[in-house]
């Protein structure tokens, strides 16, 4: 048994401030002891993202309390048996806990598990417990198997990947969702190739490492769109060869800017009309990738025609479509070498029991990437 300070959300849809209103309490849990496959894992850092805010901002249900925080990376303290970690191992945590076997996992797809997602709909671990536990006898639920906004915490070893214990752990955490999901979609989603145009709309820590793997890749036309001027300017600064400010007009300005359009388009916000701008921008025979998470009742309608006419695709990419045993140590390799330079992204460090503030933040769109240190 392990005691833990951790942020648990004990009610959703709370109106903010969030300073003022402190949907999330820093409370003190009870940890159980790691079971076979699991990890007790020392969290160093643990960055906010706009999955947890759709969480708080009830958007996203899920079965509450719930201990928050998704991405994350810190040390094994221990382990529970049957898995490759041992204590003193760096890890990064990824929010998908891939079982290995099921068809999507064997077919090279573990961000489409079908057991992680069951247990992640579910609040548990992979295995289907819960390790968290309050003074009065609840028991929290597990954000995404991780529940990384706490000192200390209790996830399956298929949610870990090993890190050098050299790599700063508020850089280590962005490679679990930021990054994976950024970086992949321009990668993998979206297939960047040498020479092509690029639009990324939204400049989030997400769409900033999509910015940045596209430029990777070798982009030649890259666009950035947000509304958020300092935003903007950031992505100008990481490569970005123009600018668009957010708004009804950004689908003629980019097409004006790409000749007719980018021959691909990266979606991060989760927001149904940005979405639909991504998909309109393309040209004929361009691919329109999203990784935003939008509100479960919301739904998309555009045009079908162009779909055949066009050639136009439009698909969906969770996690990046990435193998995270794969790709956290390549898209390192690739930081480590100054083609990745997620660094960037880092625009705030906090102290966990200042995480509702860190929520204003990212809801008025004031950071890139914060991440708690713990």
Known sequence: MTETRAAVLVESGRPGPYADSRPLEVA????????????????????????????????????????LGHEAAGEVVATGGGSEFEPGDHVTLAFVPACGHCPSCVGGRPALCAPGAVANRAGTLLGGGMRLSAADGTRPYHHLGVSAFAEYAVISARSAVKVDADLP??????????????????????????????AVF??????????????A????????????????????????????????????????????????????????????????????????VTVGLPDPGDELSFPALGLVAEE??????????CVPRRDVPRFIDMYRAGVLPVDALLSHRLTLDEVNEGFDRLHGGEAVRQVIML
Request: net charge neutral.
């Open 202 to 215: 939204g400049l989030g820590g997400v769409g900033l490492a999509a910015l940045l793997a596209a430029k």
């Open 28 to 67: 003190t849990l009870r940890l159980d002891d790691p079971g076979p496959g699991e990890l007790l894992v020392r969290v160093r850092a643990a960055g906010l993202c706009h999955s947890d805010l759709s969480v708080i901002n009830g958007s996203r249900p899920r079965p509450l309390p719930m201990a």
């Open 217 to 288: 890749a070798g982009a030649a036309n890259l666009v950035a769109v947000d509304v958020v001027p300092g935003k903007l300017e950031l992505a100008r600064s990481l490569g970005a060869t123009h600018v668009v400010k957010g708004g009804p007009d950004a689908v003629a300005e980019i097409r004006d800017l790409t000749g007719g359009g980018p021959e691909k388009a990266i979606e991060t916000t989760g927001v149904v009309p940005v979405l639909k701008q991504a998909y309109e921008a393309v040209r004929p025979g361009g691919t329109a």
């Open 312 to 321: 136009k695709t439009l698909r969906g990419s969770y996690l990046g479509s």
């Open 169 to 198: 752990p508020e850089i280590a955490a962005l490679f679990g969702c930021a990054v994976l999901t950024g970086a992949g979609a321009a990668l993998y989603g979206a297939q960047v190739e040498p020479g092509e145009s690029v």
